[in-house]
């Protein structure tokens, strides 16, 4: 069966700290992985990672695909209060076909 | 990118009746897929609605519970029939957009359903 792990569940951090989120995924025919970050309701999208090795970067943001040993990490430098939300890793197979969610990382963020 | 709406964004309903969300996504997409938020979890998957056909549920989930349209390529309706406390959820509509290198799935706003 095909699954996303995400940890740790939860994490709570000051402002100004760095975090790392960790996403590790058995998925068969797995072609991309994905990040999303959810506020309130709807996730909005972060990133996709198709290739190992290559660093994607928006802002304070990064993240990296290992696809030898089936993980990627998100990290967030320079936390702020905006920061805190439930980050979810998915992993997208071919096709026309939903993503295989992880629970998420919810990350509270004090000042 | 995709853009989704859906409505309504809110509802509070009576136990025993039945409300009918509603996504309308830019432009054409084969199939729509349903989740389910409940307060505290994750996303679970309800079903993939796809446009001249039936839809297909995920285990633990039934068409007489979740009656769901899709009429054409841009909109689908989720009904939540016969409702209970325990359907209190974030209900989201979502579509797969292929692109950049591979397929990104996008979500609607989302629609805060809470039963008393």
């Known amino acids: 069966e095909d699954k996303v792990v995400q940890s740790p569940l939860s994490l709570v951090v000051h402002e100004g700290d760095t975090v790392t989120l960790n996403c590790s995924y058995e998925?068969?025919?797995?072609?991309?992985l994905l990040w999303y970050k959810q506020e309130k309701k709807a996730p909005t999208f972060l990133f996709m990672l198709?290739?190992?090795?290559i660093e994607k970067k928006s802002g304070r943001l990064s993240s990296i695909l290992d696809k030898k040993e089936l993980f990627s990490i998100l990290n967030i430098t320079a936390t702020q209060t905006g920061d805190s939300a439930v980050y979810l890793c998915?992993?997208?197979?071919?096709?026309?076909?939903?993503?295989?969610f992880g629970k998420g990382t919810r990350l509270s963020v004090i000042a | 990118s995709a853009v989704i709406s859906q409505k309504p964004s809110r509802d509070i309903c009576q136990r025993g009746t039945s409300l009918t969300i509603q996504c309308q996504v830019d432009?054409?997409?084969?199939?729509m897929f349903w989740y389910r938020q409940q307060p505290g979890q994750s996303l679970t998957l309800i079903a993939t609605?796809?446009?001249?056909?039936?839809?297909?549920?995920e285990s633990g989930f039934v068409i007489d519970k979740f009656p769901i349209s899709r009429p054409n390529l841009t909109f689908s309706t989720l009904t939540v029939s016969n409702m209970s406390p325990e359907d209190s959820s974030i209900y989201l509509c979502?579509?797969?957009?292929?692109?950049?290198?591979?397929?990104?799935?996008?979500f609607g706003p989302g629609t805060r359903l809470t039963v008393l």
């Open positions: 979502s579509v797969v957009r292929t692109g950049g290198g591979g397929d990104t799935q996008y």
């Open positions: 998925v068969t025919n797995f072609r991309s």
């Open positions: 198709t290739s190992s090795g």
């Open positions: 998915a992993a997208a197979r071919p096709g026309n076909t939903p993503l295989v």
């Open positions: 432009s054409q997409v084969t199939m």
């Open positions: 609605a796809n446009q001249g056909s039936e839809a297909t549920y």
